[in-house]
Nanobody, 114 residues
Framework: QVQLVESGGGLVQAGGSLRLSCAVS????????MGWYRQAPGKQREWVAD??????VYADSVKGRFTISRDNAKNTVYLQMNSLKAEDTAVYYC?????????WGQGTQVTVSS
């Protein structure tokens, strides 16, 4: 099993920045991909970014503004969010995927005021 715990959400003004963290524990060696998703009120959960050994990939809506990274020594994945917009308001979820599992954190709320 893999456990994921997000932190770092909050309220920020449009144009501001936040950094989300995802602490990873458990069978970390089984994880192939770490990522971030988000879900806005009344909308489906959507993919934001992934990171693998090859680097980060991003949804078009956040490309150039968000950066996903990881610190293997700390077993932590980050999502640096810059130039935040009102439409970035959502619950952000950390995700870890392996060959036979798909794990989620509990989510952290990000609210961007315009």
């Amino acid at each position: 099993q893999v456990q994921l715990v997000e932190s770092g959400g909050g309220l920020v003004q449009a144009g501001g920045s936040l950094r989300l963290s995802c602490a990873v524990s458990g069978l970390i060696f089984r994880i192939n991909v770490m990522g971030w998703y988000r879900q806005a009120p009344g909308k489906q959960r959507e993919w934001v970014a992934d990171i693998t050994s090859g680097g980060g990939v991003y949804a078009d809506s956040v490309k150039g503004r968000f950066t996903i990274s990881r610190d293997n020594a700390k077993n932590t994945v980050y999502l640096q969010m810059n130039s935040l917009k009102a439409e970035d308001t959502a619950v952000y979820y950390c995700n870890g995927r392996g060959r036979d599992f798909n794990s989620w954190g509990q989510g952290t709320q990000v609210t961007v005021s315009s």
